[in-house]
């Protein structure tokens, strides 16, 4: 079956500009989240979102940082003003359930390369 | 917060051997994941235990839940192997993970 997607897969933007990036999870998933990947650095967690819960947004590192989940589904992560220091690899993950803790599904990822 | 160290940080080694990647934890947890990523950067799940052993091929986890201990073997190692190996835990109370800074893994042919 078809797995968590993003897009773009890349994203060369100048300073000061706005960016969305897009997560489609895996159908019926409930969660989703968004987690970055600095160059030479670990992943590190931005928000995440349980079915019409509120969302989790501790780890958003600015507030030129949003996300947002519409109908339970697709999400989308918004920077504003990007600085250079945005720059990054964005990955989306979902799972189903979390009566019990479920095992996350990786997209793919944006590269977002911030000039 | 969870801090998650991995052991070693990088590690070559030849075709054909045993590699053993390690990790400890801070403080409880219900599961720990194993991920892979390859040097195109997708991330792939390899598995979530919350006890015991889990094995996949040449694959495996282990998990001790009382000194917060993970390891992850692969046998007859293979240069396809070579990736970076990541293990994540979840917080305490909510399910976001918390990374290990993730093993490189080389193996020459």
């Known amino acids: 079956g078809a797995g968590v997607s993003q897009s773009p897969s890349n994203k060369v933007t100048e300073k000061g500009k706005d960016v969305e990036l897009r997560c489609d999870p895996i159908s019926g998933h409930t969660a989703l989240y968004w987690y970055r990947q600095s160059l030479g650095q670990g992943l590190e967690f931005l928000i995440y979102?349980?079915?019409?819960?509120?969302?989790?947004k501790s780890g958003l590192p600015s507030d030129r940082f949003s996300a947002e989940r519409t109908g339970g589904s697709v999400s989308t992560l918004t920077i504003q003003r990007t600085q250079q220091e945005d720059s990054a690899v964005y990955l989306c993950a979902s799972s189903s359930d979390l009566s019990d803790y479920n095992e996350q599904f990786f997209g793919p990822g944006t590269r977002l390369t911030v000039l | 917060k969870n801090e998650v160290e991995q052991s070693p940080q990088n590690l070559t080694a030849q075709e054909g051997e045993f590699i053993t990647i390690n990790c400890s934890y801070s403080?409880?947890?219900?599961?720990l994941h194993w991920l892979q990523q390859h040097p195109g950067g997708g991330i792939v799940s390899l598995f979530m235990l919350s006890s015991g052993k889990k094995k996949h091929g040449r694959l495996i986890a282990t998990i001790n839940i009382q000194e917060k201990h993970s390891s992850l073997h692969i046998t007859a190692s293979h240069p396809r192997d070579s990736a970076v190996y990541i293990c994540?835990?979840?917080?305490?109370?909510?399910?976001?993970?918390?990374f290990g800074t993730g093993t490189r893994l080389t193996i020459i042919p």
């Open positions: 979102f349980q079915g019409n819960s509120a969302p989790d």
């Open positions: 403080v409880g947890i219900s599961a």
């Open positions: 994540a835990v979840p917080n305490f109370g909510n399910e976001k993970l918390t």
